[in-house]
């Protein structure tokens, strides 16, 4: 709530500012509240472009967050809605074809992906971000052992005891490569140190997150998102 006053105030100074918008859109997924988060896609100013806001918070990895219509056109955008950064546009659209459970189309365009993420962590092997997407596809594409090893590297370059809130990508990657290759108690692991780190994740979050879909019966999982020790 805090988070949302702040966030207000800075809308009303300037209401096109995207990255304010999404910061308030995350804002009630924390609390898991899917609803509010989409009623606040739903009102943006008509100056912000759908395609740019859709591809904006897809490329962020929340996807997931859109509703239907806005997840429709997800699928219709070109890696120029993404700055033409081919890998972001491919892992974006392979995360939700996955999610759909269209396993042809999500390794495709994984498959699209894999030589950009490659081509990166060869240039450079300490970038964790690179690292992530790289395991991310890799787990689309049935690659277990690589998969997880990438996802393990990227996590281990970007700490928790250093900066949380920035390692946090890294480790959320690896959250969802596990949960992707069906390794459940790791996924939960890896969820358990952000949340005890205190990173952007939260029980609200998880509660939401459709990449988690499959950890909702583990009752390891049920007491993440209660918000239990």
């Given at each position: 709530r805090e988070a949302r006053q702040a966030v207000n105030r800075g809308l009303a100074l300037n209401p096109v500012q995207l990255d304010l918008?999404?910061?308030?859109?995350?804002?009630?997924?924390?609390?898991?509240?899917l609803a509010a988060a989409r009623a606040v896609l739903a009102a943006a100013p008509k100056e912000i472009e759908r395609t740019a806001l859709v591809a904006y918070l897809a490329a962020w990895g929340g996807g997931w967050i859109l509703d239907?219509?806005?997840?429709?056109?997800?699928?219709?955008?070109?890696?120029?809605?993404?700055?033409?950064?081919?890998?972001a546009w491919a892992n974006a659209l392979a995360s939700e074809h996955w999610l759909r459970g269209e396993l042809a189309e999500a390794r495709r365009f994984a498959a699209?992906?894999?030589?950009?993420?490659?081509?990166?962590?060869?240039?450079?092997?300490?970038?964790?971000?690179?690292?992530?997407?790289?395991?991310?596809?890799?787990?689309i594409l049935g690659h277990g052992e690589e998969a997880a090893r990438e996802a393990e590297r990227a996590a281990a370059l970007a700490p928790l005891e250093g900066n949380p809130w920035l390692a946090a990508e890294a480790h959320y990657s690896l959250a969802v490569v596990h949960t992707r290759l069906g390794n459940q108690e790791m996924a939960i692991?890896?969820?358990?140190?952000?949340?005890?780190?205190?990173?952007?994740?939260?029980?609200?979050?998880?509660?939401?997150?459709?990449?988690?879909?499959?950890?909702?019966?583990?009752?390891?999982?049920?007491r993440l998102t209660a918000g239990e020790p």
């Open positions: 918008v999404l910061r308030k859109v995350w804002s009630h997924v924390q609390e898991g509240d239907a219509p806005r997840r429709d056109l997800l699928l219709r955008l070109t890696p120029r809605e993404f700055g033409d950064d081919r890998a699209e992906a894999l030589p950009v993420y490659r081509e990166r962590v060869d240039e450079l092997p300490d970038d964790s971000g690179s690292r992530a997407g790289l395991g991310a596809m890799l787990a692991d890896a969820l358990e140190r952000q949340l005890e780190a205190h990173t952007w994740l939260s029980p609200g979050s998880l509660r939401a997150d459709a990449n988690f879909a499959p950890l909702r019966g583990n009752p390891r999982f049920a």
